[in-house]
């Protein structure tokens, strides 16, 4: 059991993106159900180290070890290629909430400066832009889905990104409430 921990802690490790359920039996050469309570045990390892890293289960029974999204504006800097700059990040949410949408009508919403963000998102494989008449229609990737822990369906992608705004924006106004404060 030890060997297979070993080996499925080493393929996620590696693999730096998710990885199926199946790519991972076919690693330890066990069942699915097998593979998956070795999954679960080295998950819940790590969460009681408290470290850094964690490995969680994404839609579509897929693994992922990935770093704890607490600590990245702790290490943004040192990551490659860098994070994306608010404003690019607000663009590439309101692409993945609206999509499919068109280029010209998100210029109209955002402004110009999103063909800047565009460019960037479509070169970090983020976002796809199909040709369509003088415009582009614009949509998520795959990989955007995986990166940010969605569903690669649109209708649970935009749900979880909601819920994930909604916290995300509750936290922001307690660290703010806290700074007032003094805390």
């Known amino acids: 059991m030890d060997d297979d921990k070993v080996k499925l802690e080493a393929a996620l490790y590696v693999a730096g993106r998710p990885i199926?359920?199946?790519?991972?039996?076919?690693?330890?050469?066990?069942?699915?159900?097998s593979t998956r309570r070795v999954l679960e045990e080295i998950g819940h390892t790590y969460n009681k180290r408290k470290g850094a890293l964690e490995i969680v289960e994404l839609p579509r029974e897929r693994w992922v070890m990935q770093l704890k999204p607490e600590l990245t504006p702790h290490v943004a800097k040192l990551i490659p290629g860098g994070l994306l700059s608010f404003a690019t990040l607000q663009t590439l949410v309101y692409v993945a909430l609206k999509q499919?949408?068109?280029?010209?009508?998100?210029?109209?919403?955002?402004?110009?400066?999103?063909?800047?963000h565009i460019k960037e998102l479509v070169e970090k494989k983020f976002i796809e832009a199909m040709p369509e008449g003088r415009s582009k229609l614009l949509k998520t990737t795959t990989l955007f889905a995986d990166y940010f822990g969605l569903d690669h369906d649109r209708i649970r992608m935009k749900a979880q990104l909601k819920h994930k705004m909604k916290r995300i924006l509750e936290e922001q106004q307690e660290i703010e409430a806290r700074a007032e404060l003094g805390f």
């Open 100 to 116: 499919p949408i068109l280029q010209s009508e998100l210029v109209t919403e955002r402004g110009t400066h999103c063909y800047d």
């Open 20 to 33: 199926s359920i199946e790519e991972l039996a076919a690693v330890i050469g066990k069942a699915e159900s």
